[in-house]
T-cell receptor, first 115, second 114 residues
């Protein structure tokens, strides 16, 4: 059973298109995240939801819109794709205990290539 | 603001030798420190964490890390490296003053030669 699963694993698309990535976790965690890993392997947090509420929203272009229909799911929609959006997008989840975040559990990543 | 520094892009070590991957951090407030490993085309996997208590923490696959508050360091160690340890290692920090946002270092690539 995969703990954090993301789909699709690969997306190849043209500039200007819109795409979505879906994420589901079956760990019962209350917090989910989107991270972006660029070609140099830098990991940058984009968004975080705690119990469906947006709690972290980094300086990400508003072409990126996260949605959390329930605490087990977090989706990422990207409008008007640009070449610079090419990256691997990781979903992760964690459990907050006594106000502190625990370790993150990552999905396998979704590699987005914009042509 | 929180930050994490991993001063080495790459660490090379011979199989059977001890390894150290360095990490220093900067936070306001009490740090929560983590190490993760990433194999090619995979997601990150949690190795170990320091929240409070004993400064030496033990984790998966024989790895351990030492929290040093005065030097603001959290170096990853293993007494005897294996070829299969070759991967990309990330140090990460979160803190209550940062809203518990987990920030990652740039990563250190570990090569273990047979």
């Amino acid at each position: 059973d995969t703990a954090v699963s993301q789909t699709p694993k690969y997306l190849v698309t043209q500039m200007g298109n819109d795409k979505s990535i879906k994420c589901e976790q079956n760990l019962g965690h209350d917090t989910m995240y989107w991270y972006k890993q660029d070609s140099k392997k830098f990991l940058k947090i984009m968004f975080s939801y705690n119990n469906k509420e947006l709690i972290i929203n980094e300086t990400v272009p508003n072409r990126f819109s996260p949605k959390s229909p329930d605490k087990a799911h977090l989706n990422l929609h990207i409008n008007s794709l640009e070449l610079g959006d090419s990256a691997v997008y990781f979903c992760a989840s964690s459990q907050r205990t006594s106000g502190a975040t625990g370790e993150l559990f990552f999905g396998e990543g979704s590699r987005l290539t914009v042509l | 603001a929180q930050s994490v520094a991993q001063p080495e892009d790459q660490v090379n070590v011979a199989e059977g030798n001890p390894l150290t991957v360095k990490c220093t951090y900067s936070v306001s407030g009490n740090p929560y420190l983590f190490w993760y490993v990433q194999y090619p085309n995979r997601g990150l996997q949690f190795l170990l964490k320091y929240i409070t208590g004993d400064n030496l923490v033990k984790g998966s696959y024989g790895f351990e890390a030492e929290f040093n508050k005065s030097q603001t360091s959290f170096h990853l160690k293993k007494p005897s490296a294996l070829v299969s340890d070759s991967a990309l290692y990330f140090c990460a920090v979160s803190a209550n003053t940062g809203g518990f946002k987990t920030i990652f270092g740039a990563g250190t690539r570990l090569f273990v030669k047979a």
